[in-house]
């Protein structure tokens, strides 16, 4: 579920618990777990509303100083969409993605599988193989700025960071405050890639 920054807190405090969507369909679903800038959260409920049965209780709990304050944000119905409220709550569930991005210990099957992904990517690219060499570009410069990275590889920004990504979904890096670092799982990728590497130059 996507929330702007001024949410996050309230949600990784657990004070905002409810959300208001315009949607066609609703685009999560009860029981299952969503990523946040404010953490996990576990939906409980997701139900069709009207504009006229928001509480001033329920504006509070979607993060909203007053009633007026959420109407005026949600503005008109548009007319092609209806009026969804979210119930979540945070969740101390363990993130899979955080620990698979920790997990040092890489058999000859995990770098086999990590191994096909990036090849995956790499085929599929209209740029050309990029996964190897973006988690090296990141290994070499740690916390620096998304658009300083791009720029080294001629690439533009955005396209980047959804690269990036890719690779962060793979448990291989991470994300910082600013920039990115290669996560342990992803260190320990490229060590043993390169180690593996310097291996085949030694036997020719």
Do not use: C
């Not at 009207?50 to 005026?72: C, N």
């Not at 973006?134 to 740690?142: F, G, K, M, N, S």
């Not at 962060?168 to 910082?176: C, I, R, V």
């Amino acid at each position: 579920m996507r929330f702007t920054k001024p949410f996050w807190a309230g949600i990784a405090d657990g004070t905002i618990t409810t959300a208001y969507r315009w949607w066609k369909r609703p685009t999560v679903v009860a029981g299952r777990i969503y990523r946040t800038g404010g953490g996990r959260v576990l939906v409980k409920s997701v139900k069709e509303t009207a504009l006229g049965d928001i509480s001033a209780r329920s504006s509070k709990q979607a993060g909203y100083s007053a009633l007026d304050e959420l109407r005026s944000y949600l503005g008109e119905q548009p007319a092609d969409r209806d009026l969804y409220i979210v119930r979540f709550e945070l969740t101390a569930e363990p993130d899979p993605r955080q620990e698979l991005a920790a997990a040092t210990n890489l058999t000859s099957d995990d770098m086999a599988e990590i191994n096909r992904r990036l090849d995956r990517y790499d085929n599929a690219s209209s740029h050309g193989a990029w996964t190897r060499p973006t988690l090296e570009l990141i290994a070499q410069h740690p916390g620096r700025r998304a658009p300083d990275l791009a720029d080294m590889v001629g690439r533009e920004t955005q396209p980047f960071k959804l690269d990036v990504r890719k690779l962060k979904n793979m448990g291989l890096t991470h994300s910082l405050r600013i920039g990115y670092e290669l996560s342990p799982r992803g260190k320990s990728y490229l060590d043993l890639t390169l180690q593996a590497d310097s291996r085949q130059v030694e036997s020719k």
